[in-house]
């Protein structure tokens, strides 16, 4: 079971780049999540974080503690970038896919901090254990959404 959740149903065993592809897997499960409202998307957030934990505790040891197969931790920090779009759409009251430019910059600007790891980022990947194999994705994750929220402001007129 645990590596069923390490992999988010295995889309961690495919080829090549298992962490675009735990990003992307999570993006349809987001739509899904999102549909029961932005409170609730953030809850399962901290649901998904906790078996993320779990799950890549189970999945890792110390000769091998942040396998490329393991993306729990992809779809976490996917889901933080995209929660700007759950509460932004519930606001304007809209469905999600709506807001489809915010979809294509929460995906693109998480993979380049995911991959680039500035800051923060950088700093939770070189934590040891299922904790830093997750924060990194984590703080990733904030920098997407936060740039995001930035791209939005322009789009929308709110910053000049």
């Known amino acids: 079971m645990a590596r069923a959740v390490a992999t988010v149903g295995y889309v961690g065993l495919l080829r090549p780049a ?18 029961a409202g932005p409170v609730t998307f953030a809850l399962l957030i901290a649901v998904a974080f906790g078996l993320g934990l779990w799950a890549t505790g189970a999945a890792t040891d110390a000769a091998n503690p942040d396998p490329g197969e393991v993306v ?3 779809l ?54 299922p904790l830093g194999v997750m924060l990194d994705d984590v703080a990733a994750g904030v920098l997407a959404a936060l740039g995001v929220l930035a791209l939005a402001a322009l789009a929308h007129g709110v910053v000049r």
């Open 76 to 129: 976490v920090g996917q889901w933080i970038a995209l929660l700007p779009l759950a509460y932004g759409a519930a606001r304007a009251g809209v469905p999600v896919h709506a807001l489809w430019p915010g979809w294509i910059a929460a995906f693109l600007l998480f993979r380049l901090f995911d991959i680039w790891k500035p800051g923060p980022v950088g700093w939770a990947d070189r934590r040891h254990g």
């Open 18 to 35: 298992p962490g675009t592809w735990g990003s992307l897997a999570a993006l349809p499960l987001g739509w899904v999540a999102m549909q």
């Open 72 to 74: 729990i931790d992809e």
